[in-house]
T-cell receptor, first 113, second 113 residues
Framework: QKEVEQDPGPLSVPEGAIVSLNCTYS??????FMWYRQYSRKGPELLMYTYSSGNKEDGRFTAQVDKSSKYISLFIRDSQPSDSATYLC?????????????FGQGTRLTINP | DAGITQSPRHKVTETGTPVTLRCHQT?????MYWYRQDPGHGLRLIHYSYGVKDTDKGEVSDGYSVSRSKTEDFLLTLESATSSQTSVYFCAISESAGGYEQYFGPGTRLTVT
């Protein structure tokens, strides 16, 4: 079993819809949770990160962490065609000196005009 | 991709040949990483560096070596390339000891025939 599970999709929604992207994980030591966006043939770019549980909002994006369920989500409001990309979740634990992120395999998202 | 370049961007090589990929940063970040990205596996850490001449293994380090003689350069060498090393390779950098804010380069697409 992978430490981080992410549905690869593809996920296709109409423009303006609310998108929900999710990851589950098995390692209860994970404390930092990140979301990256990757356009085709480009490197991943960091969207946002959260520490421990709770919500974090940045414009149209909201990241949510539920540590009790080992489940994280990224919500995109008022989705735009420019949001079409692969979204990767990533996590790490508190170990000092080992800044190793564990990534999900990514969800491919298409926003249809 | 600001501040991070990778070279070459594309390479085709034959099985058994050595290959070196270069990552160059202008951000003066202490931490540098090499990942590979494959369908169904997401991003997997190969090696990382926490300072000049300080490196450590990641999840999939077999068949790879790294060197960092200057803050700005991190080299990944495939000692004897195999077809299973056909992949897209990404370099990432981080300023924070936590490593949760990693910034990725544009990637190198390597094909081993």
């Amino acid at each position: 079993q992978k430490e981080v599970e992410q549905d690869p999709g593809p996920l296709s929604v109409p423009e303006g819809a609310i998108v929900s992207l999710n990851c589950t994980y098995s390692n209860s030591a994970f404390q930092y949770f990140m979301w990256y966006r990757q356009y085709s043939r480009k490197g991943p770019e960091l969207l946002m990160y959260t520490y421990s549980s709770g919500n974090k909002e940045d414009g149209r994006f909201t990241a949510q962490v539920d540590k009790s369920s080992k489940y994280i989500s990224l919500f995109i409001r008022d989705s735009q065609p420019s949001d079409s990309a692969t979204y990767l979740c990533a996590m790490r634990g508190p170990s000092q000196g080992a800044q190793k992120l564990v990534f999900g395999q990514g969800t491919r998202l298409t926003i249809n005009p | 991709d600001a501040g991070i370049t990778q070279s070459p961007r594309h390479k085709v090589t034959e099985t058994g040949t050595p290959v070196t990929l270069r990552c160059h940063q202008t951000e003066n970040h202490r931490y540098m990483y090499w990942y590979r990205q494959d369908p169904g596996h997401g991003l997997r850490l190969i090696h990382y560096s926490y300072g000049v001449k300080d490196t450590d293994k990641g999840e999939v380090s077999d068949g790879y070596s790294v060197s960092r003689s200057k803050t700005e350069d991190f080299l990944l060498t495939l000692e004897s390339a195999t077809s299973s090393q056909t992949s897209v390779y990404f370099c990432a950098i981080s300023e924070s000891a936590g490593g949760y804010e990693q910034y990725f380069g544009p990637g190198t697409r390597l094909t081993v025939t």
